[in-house]
């Protein structure tokens, strides 16, 4: 995780009503409603066409929805079944908002966590949707270009704090997928990534990202757009940031280092390769070193101008990496950086 925050729940992650996120009292469903393609059947549990129904009748005639003409809105059909004035509604919703460029392709269903239940939910709060991004369009979910492993799904980026048009979101990120890969150690760990990773957007507006490991996949939640004011912070671009998520899922989210008695850098268990790994790429552009895990502070005396000194004080973490990590050891060792404290240490 990018900032000091030791635990975040699920809770905090998808928006609660306490964190005044607007998506908060978003309605969700358990499984998809409409004909698919106008023909085929889906699972239709009549609670999820009521919720749809509900959600369009809250939605004016200007933006594809049914508020005037379901002024009480209809009752849903049986369990299975999709009455034929859910279906056609759920169609025009949809073309309504492709002729706009919200949506690229439309089948008349709605989906659980897809993008027109998102925009429905979005609608339905009062938010107004964000604009597509100019020029070509962008898909909304795309594999990275120089790593297919990793997937850019931007379908939530609706849902955030500030929206964010899924196809901005996805243009961004890759963008700064870009950045980094323009370095080679940046390019190294995005290479690396040899499992599955779901690259998604980080809900709130402030300065922070997330990162999970799980047996199946790994998993990304971050927003370049939240860095845009904070470059001069070190360690605070949006490269540095998605980096710092990257060498989390590159050693599977290890949290077992420590703190040293009496020196004021903190990297929370979790955070030591993360901050020190990301230090190296910076240096290599010249850019201002990140102290430890506690906010984004520059890197204190004598620390900053001697990497030396910080892999003596730090002697046992930087064992946990060559024994643990040896190859992300490795690699970072060899990076012709003017700070780098692997270098200097001797298991």
């Given at each position: ?41 889906v ?7 009521g ?10 005639k ?57 925009q ?81 957007p ?17 998993s ?28 989390h ?25 993360t ?56 690699l ?16």
């Amino acid at each position: 995780m990018a900032c000091p925050l030791d635990a975040i729940s699920l809770a905090d992650l998808m928006g609660s009503a306490a964190t005044g996120n607007p998506m908060a009292d978003r309605v969700t469903i358990d499984g998809p409603v409409g004909l698919r393609f106008r023909k085929q059947n889906v699972k239709n549990n009549a609670s999820d066409q009521g919720k749809v129904i509900q959600l369009l009748a809250k939605i004016p005639k200007a933006q594809g929805g049914k508020s005037e003409e379901w002024r009480v809105p209809p009752l849903s059909g049986p369990n299975g079944n999709c009455p034929q004035f859910v279906s056609d509604a759920i169609w025009d919703f949809q073309l309504f908002w492709k002729g706009k460029g919200h949506f690229q392709h439309i089948d008349g269903v709605v989906d659980p966590d897809k993008n027109t239940l998102a925009q429905l939910n979005m609608l339905a709060l009062g938010t107004t949707p964000p604009k597509p991004p100019p020029g070509p369009s962008t898909p909304f979910v795309a594999p990275l270009k120089q790593n297919p492993m990793i997937i850019l799904d931007g379908a939530r980026a609706v849902e955030r704090t500030t929206p964010i048009h899924p196809a901005e979101w996805v243009r961004r990120t890759q963008e700064t997928f870009d950045i980094l890969c323009g370095n080679a150690l940046g390019r190294q760990i995005v290479m690396g990534r040899r499992r599955r990773v779901f690259v998604e957007p980080y809900r709130f507006d402030d300065l922070n990202a997330h990162s999970s490991s799980t047996a199946a996949f790994q998993s990304v939640l971050f927003t370049p757009h939240n860095f845009d004011s904070s470059q001069s912070k070190p360690g605070c671009r949006a490269d540095e940031i998605l980096l710092h998520e990257l060498i989390h899922l590159a050693e599977n989210n290890y949290a077992a280092y420590g703190d040293v008695t009496g020196i004021r850098l903190e990297y929370a268990r979790s955070d030591f390769l993360t901050v020190i790994g990301t230090n190296i790429y910076s240096s290599i552009l010249g850019r201002g070193l990140r102290a430890d895990h506690n906010e984004y502070k520059f890197m204190p005396s004598p620390f900053d101008a001697d990497p030396s000194q910080h892999a003596t004080a730090f002697h046992d973490n930087y064992g946990l990496v060559h024994k643990f990590q040896r190859g992300m050891f490795d690699l970072f060792k060899i990076q012709p950086a003017a700070w780098n404290p692997f270098k200097f240490h001797t298991p």
